[in-house]
């Protein structure tokens, strides 16, 4: 199993699993993401998002929606069903309109942040952080805040 980093250089920060098809945009915003400090799994698919989902432990998932084969809704549908309280940023080149007919599919409708390509990095990690320290909502619903007389 070969290492993403140099020998001797250790991850400090998030586990961040970045999963896009595109590999250079992937390279580039995982050298992003690295630069701030952040430990960066990629995954080129969904199948290969869910499968790293299923065997390590992640803090956030950056997710882009338009793949070949097994995409980004496909995922956010694992995601719902398996992992509701992982922080999710969805990037995405589709048109919006096509994002919101295919959320329709989707077992809850509501999404997470979803930052449109070209992403603003700086605002991408500004959104990244809120959401890692529990200021922005994940897919998981809030208790329940009835009041009991």
């Not at 995405?92 to 989707?106: A, R, T, V």
């Not at 992403?119 to 990244?128: F, G, M, N, P, S």
Request: proline share 9%; glycine share 6%.
């Amino acid at each position: 199993m070969s290492s993403e980093y140099p020998s001797g250089m250790a991850a400090s920060g998030p586990r961040i699993l970045l999963c896009d098809d595109s590999p250079v945009e992937r390279m580039a915003l995982a050298h992003y993401l690295r630069r701030y400090g952040y430990d960066v799994d990629e995954a080129g698919d969904g199948e290969s998002a869910i499968n790293h989902l299923k065997n390590r432990q992640i803090d956030a998932i950056l997710l882009d929606l338009q793949m070949p084969d097994v995409d980004g809704f496909d995922v956010l549908t694992y995601l719902q069903g398996h992992r509701r309280s992982l922080p999710v940023i969805l990037l995405s080149g589709m048109p919006l309109d096509q994002i919101q007919q295919k959320i329709h599919d989707l077992p809850e409708r509501e999404l997470p942040p979803l930052f449109l390509k070209p992403v603003d990095l700086d605002q991408l990690i500004q959104v990244l952080e809120l959401h890692l320290s529990g200021q922005l909502p994940s897919l998981e619903p809030p208790e329940s805040t009835e009041a009991t007389s």
